[in-house]
């Protein structure tokens, strides 16, 4: 307060306010009301109270992270291995709250690059393995241009959303209270039969991950926490012919190569016995 405020006069307040880690609120009001001891007219009033409000935001401290367990997959040709899909593997989505405050209205959405032109499956979705999150498998995205076809694929070093039709996978996860994480795992399986007729050498899956919110949010996601991908490398394997002309050759050119050292070992007198003096002497004796 002010004793004496004089004609002209100004005065200005900061207020500062601390977040609470236990409620959020979407909106904050301020009201401020003058009044003093004088008289004042009735007409002056209506101004001496000023009120203002702002939209409050908050950026939890959150870890949004993928893992899978299959990095490098190689392709081997046909009656190496049995018929069928491929090995099945996970890829395990985690969110950790590392903040103060209770985080609510989180949602993970997953594109999983599934299929190639022709409707021809290279990976596709098995199951989707939740625990305090509520997960749907949505309908196949559209590329911006055709799907890859598999006897292009040697000509694209990936597969992603821009080439291949993806599934997509929408998880609603629960509360997420102070120092806990939720976790979504997602099996897929590699289908061989694609990798095996397609003519490629390696082509890497990237598959991305971005964490949001619901609509009318109060949190707020950097950027470092919002997505997360995770990329398979597929490798094709190609058989070795060898021709029967060659095996013919080869096994020829080592029998002249054996016979031409035991020749020259022959033209040394490797294979001459030496012999002793007792059977000289006896050849002499013959001899006279």
């Known amino acids: 307060g002010h004793p004496v405020f004089q004609t002209g006069a100004k005065v200005s307040f900061l207020l500062e306010f601390e977040f609470s880690c236990t409620f959020l609120l979407s909106q904050v009001f301020v009201r401020l009301t003058a009044s003093s001891s004088s008289l004042e007219m009735n007409e002056t009033l209506q101004d001496n109270t000023a009120q203002t409000s702002a939209y409050i935001r908050y950026e939890p401290h959150l870890v949004f992270s993928s893992e899978s367990t299959l990095h490098r997959y190689e392709v081997h040709p046909y009656r190496t291995l049995p018929m069928g899909p491929g090995p099945e593997f996970k890829t395990t989505l985690r969110v950790q709250n590392l903040g103060c ?4 209205g989180l949602v993970i959405s997953a594109l999983l690059p599934a299929v190639a032109h022709g409707g021809n499956y290279f990976l596709s979705l098995s199951q989707v393995i939740s625990g305090n999150a ?6 196949l995205t559209e590329p911006p241009g055709f799907p ?5 694929l040697q000509h694209a070093s990936r597969l992603n959303g821009s080439n291949s039709r993806c599934q997509v996978v929408r998880c609603h996860l629960g509360l997420l209270a102070k120092g806990t994480e939720i ?3 997602l099996l897929r399986l590699v289908h061989n039969e694609f990798f095996r007729r397609a003519k490629f050498k390696s082509v890497t899956v990237v598959s991305t991950f971005k964490l949001g919110t ?5 949190l707020l996601l950097n950027e ?4 997360s991908e995770s990329h398979l490398e597929v490798i094709q394997t190609h058989p070795t012919l060898i021709s029967l002309w060659i095996l013919v050759g080869s096994v020829l050119g080592g029998l002249l190569l054996l016979a031409l050292l035991v020749f020259c070992l022959w033209k040394l007198g490797f294979f001459t016995r030496k012999k002793i003096p007792k059977e000289e002497e006896s050849e002499e004796k013959l001899e006279q």
């Open 224 to 227: 470092a926490s919002r997505s």
């Open 101 to 104: 405050h209770v985080v609510s």
């Open 134 to 139: 509520s997960c749907t498998v949505q309908n």
């Open 214 to 218: 619901e609509e009318g949010s109060v």
């Open 183 to 185: 976790s979504v795992r």
């Open 148 to 152: 890859v076809h598999p006897e292009e």
